[in-house]
């Protein structure tokens, strides 16, 4: 499910619906994040969820699987988690 999502992430189209269940403060950060890298939003989510993906350590996996096993919806709670964790100070 989550591998599915992350490989679709690209599209405008699957992106625009992510991003419209984040907060609309973390939906502003986000937009704020792209524009400053100069990218869409479907793009800097895109990114953003695969570098996760690639350098999160073990304390951040272990809380991810946390959250995706009490969700109805996995995939989209875990890509929801990480934009958050990525635009927010930690």
């Keep these: 499910m989550l591998g599915d999502l992350i490989a679709q992430l690209d599209r405008p189209d699957i992106a625009a619906t992510v991003l419209a269940t984040l907060e ?3 939906k502003e950060q986000v937009a704020q994040r792209a524009a400053d890298w100069s990218m869409t939003e479907a793009d800097f989510a895109a990114g953003a969820v695969r570098a996760f993906i690639d350098e999160a ?3 951040l996996w272990f809380q991810l699987l946390t959250i995706i096993r009490k969700s109805d919806e996995p995939g ?3 890509v929801r988690t ?5 635009v927010t100070e930690r």
């Design 24 to 26: 609309p403060g973390i």
């Design 57 to 59: 350590d073990d304390d």
């Design 76 to 78: 989209l709670a875990a």
């Design 82 to 86: 990480i934009l958050t964790w990525v």
